[in-house]
């Protein structure tokens, strides 16, 4: 069955480099993509309904409540972009953006990148892990210069260069990782991570110290934390909208899990959080202070947006860094809300953008009135990002502060409260403006209103879905969502 | 055997020094199959001793992938790649040449005093090379930043990689095999891709010049 999690996506992108036509690979894409979610519940429910909440197969796939996590966020994300990018795709290629034969380019590439994703979080083994990383990186590397202009291929250099160097830095930690462990560990268990956090107690102590380091530089730079984070914003801003609510909501996630799963570690063989914590919290915190000070100037939506996924990647790590029983709930869950929201910001700016066809915020007025659906849906999951009651993200930020005051970090956890008071105000100050205004008599007259009306209807549909999840989540959990991230939070601790 | 592996890792250093002090890009690629071919070679000392000790083939198979990979198609690959362009200039550095050496001596020092004070560190197999190996790490990345052409930086990038690969192999032996051909064939991607971007630029920016990559910023 976990095999038919990674033969779906190689499947359909083998497809799509064969079909040329593109009403099949839309449905190719499509039912690809509603197959993944399928698989994914089936997995998740023999994960929970296993008395030790893992499931194993092959000696190679291993899931447990942290990896599932992920992985589901993955496929859900992975399944909402694909929906999305059915209209988006023919939206570009009845403007003239993009020529027709380009789009099964698209679709070929898009799998392929969620395959990688899907092998890193099924894997046992952390070498096989950084490949699937990598691979990560050189799949998404032409999605992100796709429109092939100047700017667009500027920022594919830059991620393929930075994101490249950052993970061979991890390479050499988890090299350091293996010689820590070549005595304790047997051959067939080398570099596996449930067998690693086992013999952590036994690891050769300076060595783990020092692999933690390169990890974290390695993995934090996929993941975006400051001052690693360069490559983010130019990436997430020139890549096509779905391939930006991919990156910033899926593949981010992706290299946290590496870095959480090295902390578990790192801190069950140095028998306490003191060093993987006070790394943790200042990445942590100046992500979010680099992220505040880009907001309050930022002049593109696109880019407002990719300095939040930097914010809300450095409150992860902040409460990874804390490692309390609380802040790990906490930062699980901010994670998912994260995802959930940015992707949901993403695809609406994707909307925005083909009907205003500028990224200038000052060049659009109107978005209430102008799209109806997207523009109300925006306007409200900035709110949401911004971390306004009664939505999601506020629940986990709120539990965040409140682990770090816990946990008796009263500085930090106020230098925290006012960062995020003042992204709130950045968010407000920059993006508000886009909502009012807009269709006076005099423009309509002269013909250059832009036309009123949706022009996504499955992407609305999509977006419409995760706005209702994002205002449930904010005051009711389902109980197996509970379980798992109860049961991630467990294996971490080692409970 | 300790010995020839000593030599060839003060060879592979040695040759990370003269790849700093090269000026031209075709200087850049020779110099790259030769440091390759010198780790190459110790790959196959060391596969020979295990094959003859264990019977094991492991790190055999992958000297053989080194050899084909790294001496023979990349470095052919990116001599093509640079044949092809149509805008190119033949020099590419923005320090002096003694002033870059000195730098890589000053970061060689930095790794021996770091890497010595590291409790452990020194109990592997063959652990004085770890102190070369992850100089050749770090004067890859120097060369990165050393470099203002596109190739120059892909060159950087496989200097960075061999110093890696070099590591583990002196280390531990190498990492399992599985590993070890998957990261070669996540590096024969990216340098194929960075390859293809390579003449985009060059296509869309007249020159493979990075500094002109600079329209993205706040």
């Not at chain 1, 038919?4 to 039912?31: D, E, Q, Y």
């Not at chain 2, 990038?157 to 192999?169: D, P, S, T």
Request: glycine fraction near 8%; aromatic fraction near 10%; proline fraction near 3%.
């Amino acid at each position: 069955m976990i095999l038919l999690l990674l033969l779906i996506p190689g499947l359909s992108a083998a497809l799509f480099f064969l079909c040329r036509n593109n009403k099949i690979n839309h449905i190719i894409n499509v039912s690809a993509a509603s197959l993944l979610l399928l698989c994914g519940a089936w997995l998740t429910g023999q994960v929970i309904h296993s008395p030790e909440m893992e499931y194993r197969s092959l000696g190679f796939f291993y899931m447990d409540p942290l990896g599932i996590i992920v992985l589901d966020i993955v496929l859900f994300i992975g399944f909402a972009t694909g929906i999305y990018s059915v209209s988006y795709l023919e939206n570009e290629i009845q403007e003239g953006v993009l020529p027709k034969t380009r789009c099964r380019l698209y679709y070929g590439l898009f799998y392929l990148f969620l395959f990688t994703m899907i092998l890193a979080l099924t894997v046992e083994n952390m070498g096989i892990f950084w490949i699937a990383i990598e691979a990560t990186t050189l799949a998404s590397a032409f999605l992100v210069g796709f429109h092939n202009d100047k700017h667009a291929l500027e920022a594919a250099w830059k991620y393929v260069i930075i994101c490249s160097v950052g993970i061979a830095i991890a390479l050499l930690g988890i090299i350091l990782l293996h010689l820590s462990s070549i005595d304790a560990l047997s051959e067939g268990q080398q570099l596996d991570f449930p067998a690693l956090f086992a013999k952590a107690a036994v690891l050769k102590k300076p060595i783990v110290r020092l692999s933690f380091l390169f990890i974290l530089i390695g993995f934090g730079t996929k993941a975006g934390l400051a001052p690693m984070h360069t490559w983010l914003p130019d990436a997430h801003s020139q890549a096509p909208s779905p391939i930006s609510a991919l990156l910033s909501g899926v593949l981010l996630n992706s290299a946290m899990y590496g870095i959480m799963r090295t902390v578990a570690i790192v801190n069950r063989c140095e028998g306490g959080s003191q060093y993987t914590g006070r790394l943790l919290i200042g990445a942590g915190l100046l992500s979010v202070l680099t992220a505040a000070v880009f907001i309050l100037t930022q002049k593109d939506y696109k880019r407002l947006l990719a300095y939040s996924s930097i914010e809300h990647m450095g409150i992860v790590a902040l409460a990874v860094g804390v490692f309390t029983p609380l802040s790990l709930f906490a930062g699980l869950f901010h994670m998912i809300n994260h995802s959930l929201t940015k992707s949901m910001l993403f695809l609406s700016a994707g909307t925005i953008l083909q009907k205003f066809h500028t990224k200038k915020v000052q060049k659009i007025k109107g978005l209430l009135r102008t799209l109806p659906v997207t523009g109300p849906v925006f306007f409200l999951g900035l709110f949401a990002i911004a971390g306004v009651p009664p939505f999601s993200v506020f629940a986990s930020e709120l539990s965040v502060i409140l682990a770090l005051f816990d946990a008796k970090y009263l500085y930090i956890g106020g230098v925290l409260a006012v960062l995020l008071a003042g992204i709130f105000a950045g968010i407000a100050a920059t993006l508000f403006p886009m909502i009012a205004g807009g269709g006076t008599e005099e423009e309509e007259e002269e013909g250059e209103a832009i036309p009123v009306g949706e022009i996504n209807k499955g992407g609305t549909a999509v977006i419409l879905m995760l706005f209702c999840i994002i205002c449930i989540g904010g005051f009711f959990l389902p109980d197996s969502v509970i379980l798992l991230m109860e049961g991630a939070r467990d294996l971490m601790l080692g409970l | 055997m300790s010995e020839l592996l000593d030599i060839f890792s003060v060879l592979i250093l040695l040759s990370a020094f003269v790849l700093m002090a090269n000026k031209r890009i075709r200087s850049y690629i020779k110099t790259f199959r030769i440091q390759s071919f010198f780790i190459a070679a110790a790959a196959g000392v060391m596969g020979w001793e295990s094959f003859i000790e264990k019977g094991h083939v492991d790190i055999l198979v992958v000297c053989a992938i080194i050899v084909i990979l790294k001496v023979i198609y990349i470095p052919n690959l990116l001599s093509k790649v640079y044949s092809n362009l149509e805008y190119r200039v033949e020099k590419d550095f923005i320090f002096n040449i003694p002033l870059l050496i000195l730098i890589s001596c000053g970061l060689v020092v930095f790794t021996y005093f770091s890497v010595s004070t590291v409790e452990g560190l020194n109990e592997g197999f063959l652990n004085k090379q770890i102190i070369n190996s992850v100089s050749v790490f770090l004067m890859g990345l120097f060369f990165m930043i050393s470099r203002k052409k596109a190739i120059g930086q892909i060159i950087g990038f496989l200097e960075l990689e061999n110093g890696l690969y070099i590591c583990a192999m002196f280390s531990t032996h190498g990492m399992p095999l599985v590993v070890d051909l998957g990261i070669f064939v996540d590096m024969l991607t990216a340098v194929m891709i960075m390859g293809l971007m390579v003449f985009r630029i060059n296509e869309k920016y007249e020159s493979i010049n990075i500094k002109k990559l600079n329209r993205l910023k706040g």
